[in-house]
């Protein structure tokens, strides 16, 4: 038998990698600066959660994989979790502690995708350019590229989910369990064979 424990989760600000003050500003600006802290806040009650639920798996952690949302498939993994572990992301500490316990690190995302999606982000964030006819016109130019964004985005992330089921299903040999970081949206679990036993941390 495979087994995967399927994990969602939601992204803190380090995870953001380059993108994080432009979201952070769009963020606040829809929502007040009392609503980002409170996001950050439940993101880190949330990782002190799945932390203390894992532990309770007792997982032989010598017959563990892990898969993480957003790291890419390129032999410099390791390198990705230890920069981001420390400057303090909660979710790469957590996968730093796990391979401590003997547990298998795994490029899960294409490259090329993660890419893809970041230009498009970065596209959609971009500033409604100065000029004499913003209001209506700005307006109607932000929801235009909201709707691209949607678009585009649904589709990416559907190419996303599909690589990421494929990383698992090549990777997860019988007798071994995976456990999946997924961001909420993802929906790999979905796309995955009937032979990978999925169980959600609870």
């Known amino acids: 038998?495979?087994?995967?424990?399927?994990?969602?989760i939601i992204h803190g600000e380090i995870d953001m990698g380059s993108l994080a003050?432009?979201?952070?500003?769009?963020?606040?600006?829809?929502?007040?600066?009392?609503?980002?802290?409170?996001?950050l806040n439940v993101a880190d009650e949330l990782w002190n959660e799945i932390r203390m639920?894992?532990?309770r798996l007792n997982?032989?952690?010598k017959k563990v994989k892990l898969f993480q949302d957003g790291l890419p498939k390129s032999g410099k993994e390791m390198?990705?979790?230890?920069e981001l572990g420390e400057k303090g992301s909660a979710n790469y500490k957590l996968l730093l502690n796990?391979?401590?316990?003997?547990?298998?690190?795994?490029g899960t995302e294409d490259p090329q995708l993660l890419i893809r999606e970041y230009?498009?982000?970065?596209?959609?964030?971009?500033p409604v350019p100065e000029g004499s006819n913003r209001g209506?016109?700005?307006?109607e130019d932000g929801s235009e590229r909201l709707e691209k964004y949607r678009e585009i985005g649904a589709l990416l992330l559907s190419e996303r989910d599909s690589y990421i089921a494929g990383r698992i299903n090549e990777s997860l040999e019988e007798g071994e369990t995976g456990v999946l970081f997924i961001g909420i949206a993802h929906k790999v679990d979905k796309r995955l064979p009937e032979d990978i036993k999925t169980e959600y941390l609870t």
């Open 21 to 39: 003050d432009r979201l952070k500003e769009e963020y606040i600006s829809k929502f007040g600066a009392d609503k980002w802290r409170e996001h």
């Open 98 to 106: 796990l391979i401590e316990k003997g547990a298998q690190l795994i």
């Open 1 to 8: 038998m495979r087994r995967l424990i399927y994990i969602p």
């Open 136 to 139: 209506e016109t700005a307006v």
């Open 59 to 61: 997982l032989d952690y």
């Open 53 to 55: 639920r894992l532990e």
């Open 119 to 126: 230009n498009h982000v970065k596209d959609i964030l971009k």
């Open 79 to 82: 390198d990705i979790v230890r």
